[in-house]
């Protein structure tokens, strides 16, 4: 019986893995601007063809996911992403859209049920936060390995032609599919079926409790700023240093082995210290790092460790939030966990901005600026949200 926990636990906690695959946009929007002649400006939008489908599916999905069942739910994502990742087979630019579309959808429905699914196996409320850090820890190795995955497409299976960049759709595609037998083969208790009248103009009414709707706007900005810094960290070393694109491939791996390294840390450190102290922290130095890369030049590998130090800084801040916002009101997990992958959405928000910035001003300092409205946010979120007062005040 405990070895079939444990099974559970690890297809659960692997299934992160496949969460991390819309990390890879940050990377290959930069061969997709090289590869059709794009600006700037039209490459930022790729960020938002993947995570815009968080905004119209996540509640939905929440409320659907308690007649499905939570393990059902993310299986159905991961099915999305498998028959999605085959399309930019085709090698057009709108197959490749389509590509992106579809890893967005996947992963809006399994990121909705994924969280929730961690429930399922861990009882512990206590345990709660500390499993899902440790789920962004498996999340950052996997957005970790995009560049990596990228250059195997284009340098194994595209035999080195930059042009055949989006090979790296079936490689995600084959991994999927492994997680997802694993998780179906894996016994997980399923969690009592609801049936109830709960739609989506109900879970949006959520969001009239003050402290769930400002834990809302964390997530979006969070979100903006890692989808953010993993668009503009290679464009900061082409930019200023003149490197290739393939070379700028490091930039977001510093980014993803930083966060992921602070989401390590961060499972034990949260176990010492309470977690909004932590946050708190962390975003203060986050923005003193946002402010030192927009505006000061530095030599190529001091900028990369000012990159690597926004992704430790930020890597624990959406565990905190989200957890902040389920235990609002616990016996709404569902329905809580799709209004806060909703929120998801802000990874769109961002890069068209930034994108823009840059051609506006002709300067990728005011790419990274955009930057600076999201930390400035979560630094109101640390110091003016108290979870616990609204806790007190619905009991």
């Known amino acids: 019986m405990q070895s079939k926990r444990i099974t559970g636990i690890a297809a659960v906690l692997f299934a992160f893995f496949i969460q991390g695959f819309c990390d890879i946009v940050g990377i290959s929007s930069e061969y ?8 700037h400006t039209m490459s930022g939008f790729l960020p938002s063809m993947v995570f815009v489908w968080f905004l119209f599916f996540s509640i939905p999905v929440g409320i659907r ?11 159905i994502g ?27 959808i996947g ?28 789920g962004q820890v498996v999340k950052a190795v996997s957005s970790f390995c995009g560049p990596f995955i990228m250059l195997f497409a284009v340098n194994v299976i595209g035999g080195g032609d ?44 959520l969001l009239r409790n003050r402290t769930i709707f400002l834990l809302f706007l964390g997530i979006f900005f969070v979100v ?11 464009k900061v070393m082409i930019q200023r240093y003149g490197w290739e694109v393939g070379e700028a491939g490091i930039a977001p791996q510093v980014y993803f082995i930083c966060r992921t390294v602070g989401a390590f840390l961060g499972v034990f450190i949260m176990t010492r210290i309470e977690r909004i102290t932590y946050f708190r922290y962390n975003i203060v130095a ?12 530095f030599t190529p590998f001091v900028s990369l460790a000012l990159i690597g130090a926004i992704g430790f800084l930020c ?24 209004l806060m992958i909703t929120a998801v959405a802000g990874g769109g928000a961002a890069t068209p901005l930034i994108g823009w910035a840059t051609d506006q001003f002709g300067t990728i300092t005011a790419g990274v600026a955009v930057l600076l409205i999201c930390a400035g946010y979560l630094t109101y979120c640390a110091f003016g949200v108290n979870p616990r007062k609204s806790a007190v005040s619905h009991v």
Do not use: H
């Not at 996911?65 to 299986?75: D, F, H, P, Y």
């Not at 809006?108 to 009882?123: D, E, G, K």
């Not at 995600?172 to 083969?185: D, E, M, P, Q, R």
């Open 32 to 39: 997709a601007r090289e590869a059709f002649g794009w600006s």
């Open 65 to 75: 996911m308690n007649t499905w069942g939570r393990k059902n739910t993310v299986l």
């Open 78 to 104: 991961m099915g999305v992403t498998v028959v999605g990742m085959l399309v930019p087979l085709i090698g057009t630019s709108w197959a490749c859209l389509v590509g992106y579309a579809a890893l967005g």
């Open 107 to 134: 992963n809006a429905i399994l990121q909705v049920s994924q969280n929730a699914l961690v429930r399922n196996v861990f009882t512990d409320e206590k345990l709660l936060t500390s499993s899902l850090t440790a």
């Open 162 to 205: 930059k042009a055949n960049w989006y090979l790296a759709f079936p490689v995600l595609g084959v991994i999927t599919l492994v997680s997802a037998l694993w998780l179906f083969f894996s016994p997980i208790d399923r969690e009592p079926a609801v049936e109830s009248e709960v739609t989506v103009g109900r879970t949006l009414a």
């Open 224 to 234: 903006a700023i890692d989808v953010g810094t993993n668009f503009v960290s290679s």
């Open 286 to 297: 986050c923005i003193t790092v946002i402010l030192l890369l927009a505006f000061c030049r």
């Open 315 to 338: 890597s624990c801040i959406f565990p905190i939030i989200y957890s902040q916002a389920v235990q609002a009101e616990p016996e709404k997990a569902n329905l809580i966990s799709g």
